[in-house]
């Protein structure tokens, strides 16, 4: 069994900037496809932030263009997410998704448990 854990979250101050980090661990990873970011907020739906698919470019949501980067590192089996000029509408649970194939289990999708962004003054 694959798991995601994310770390970086916590409250920041507009305009300020936070790291995510999220790791795969558990059993040994066969091959990565995907790693991306996604964010919910308070009654909202879940929206994409940054999705990259192995060998291929990291396509961005519209409203964190410019400002977020995500980086991967697929030997190792993470993905971060850099974010700058942070405003108070990205205030929301940050989730990390990587699109995987575990040894002796079928490609699937995994999720982390989430971790809080706070973007207030």
């Known amino acids: 069994q694959v798991q995601l854990v994310e770390s970086g979250g916590g409250l920041v101050q507009p305009g300020g900037s936070l790291r995510l980090s999220c790791a795969a661990s558990?059993?040994?990873?066969?091959?990565?496809?995907?790693m991306g970011w996604y964010r919910q907020a308070p009654g909202k739906e879940r929206e994409r932030v940054a999705l990259?698919?192995?060998?291929?470019?990291?396509y961005y949501g519209d409203s964190v263009k410019g400002r977020f980067t995500m980086s991967r590192d697929l030997a190792k089996g993470t993905a971060d997410l850099r974010m700058n000029s942070l405003k108070p509408e990205d205030t929301a649970v940050y989730y990390c998704?990587?699109?995987?194939?575990?040894?002796?289990?079928?490609?699937?999708?995994?999720w982390g448990r989430g971790t809080q962004v706070t973007v207030s003054s």
């Open positions: 998704k990587m699109e995987l194939r575990a040894v002796g289990d079928t490609r699937r999708d995994y």
């Open positions: 558990g059993s040994t990873i066969a091959g990565i496809f995907a």
């Open positions: 990259g698919r192995t060998g291929g470019d990291i």
